[in-house]
């Protein structure tokens, strides 16, 4: 965060911070002042491809370098990035609006018992530590099986999370086909894709969707990912699981991304599988109406 305020001193800027104290936008860089100051910057003759993508293309540049106006944006972006990856997950806002919307939720933690570790250890971020087991057994006991069990976790983004996972649930919820069931929520600090696993065994979920913060990039610091596991359970391998990424308003939007999500769901249950047997071809087919119909009871 250091970093992005630096920013906004060299810059005059007045980005906009968020409630979780994330700058969000791109700083009002003044370019003008750079460029005729220097009076040596070189536009680049691709430039106008950048009225297509976030990416950083078309540059230019100042001499032998990167104009200082790039420069500074670049260093804008990495400190976000850096913000996202450390930023702990507000699970107590998440789970409170959940509880307004009248969404039950369950909170658990994974193996790893701080931020460092589990950067350090990936292994301990993919299982519960006891307590959660030992909550989650306790929970099943009392739920009744569901086809599908949304999980959220932090991953490597709590900003994808604050920012794009509320607003998912509630249009996967929206979209959901008649007779399927959904589970609680399941909120995972320190979680990996593959906690997801272990989550739907104990709590009998027929498929699991974890939603979780992707790796950020530099342009892109609040991306969320879906992955969808059939018969999650641990052991599981990431060949057998279908992914959704890059969901966020400037990427794959919300609505469609739930409407991906429904479709492969629907077209796992007709397989009898997910990973990589099923492809995604929710834009060019459309399902059998027999399909959407909930899974059978495996009891």
């Known amino acids: 965060m250091a970093n992005a305020r630096e920013q906004k001193d060299m810059t005059g800027s007045a980005p906009v911070i968020d409630s979780i104290g994330i700058e969000s936008g791109t700083p009002d860089i003044d370019t003008q002042s750079h460029t005729k100051a220097a009076g040596r910057t070189t536009a ?169 913060g992707e790796r950020p990039g530099l342009s892109s610091p609040d991306s969320l990912g879906i992955y969808l596991t059939s018969a999650p359970r641990v052991g599981r391998h990431d060949a057998e699981r279908n992914c959704i990424s890059n969901v966020r308003p400037e990427g794959l939007d919300i609505p469609l991304a739930a409407r991906k999500l429904w479709w492969l769901i629907t077209a796992a249950k007709a397989l009898g599988t997910t990973g990589v047997a099923l492809k995604d071809r929710s834009d060019e087919t459309a399902l059998p109406a027999d399909a959407m119909t909930a899974l059978p009871d495996p009891t």
Not at 127 to 149: F, H, I, Y
Not at 176 to 202: N, S, Y
């Open 44 to 212: 680049d003759p691709w430039q106008d491809l950048r009225r297509h993508t976030a990416a950083r293309l078309a540059l230019g540049r100042a001499g032998a370098s990167m104009p200082t106006d790039e420069i500074l944006r670049f260093g804008y972006a990495h400190a976000q990035a850096r913000d996202a990856v450390h930023v702990a997950l507000q699970v107590d806002e998440l789970t409170k609006a959940l509880q307004d919307a009248g969404i039950p939720s369950l909170r658990v933690h994974s193996a790893a018992t701080d931020r460092a570790q589990y950067l350090l250890r990936p292994d301990l971020g993919r299982r519960l530590d006891t307590n959660s087991v030992t909550q989650l057994q306790t929970s099943a006991a009392e739920l009744p099986a569901c086809d599908l069990l949304i999980v959220v976790a932090d991953g490597l983004s709590s900003l994808a999370i604050h920012r794009n996972a509320l607003p998912l649930i509630h249009e996967i919820r929206a979209q959901a086909p008649a007779g399927w069931t959904l589970g609680p929520v399941v909120i995972a600090e320190q979680g990996r894709v593959a906690l997801g696993d272990e989550v739907g065994e104990l709590l009998g979920a027929r498929m699991v969707a974890v939603l979780i």
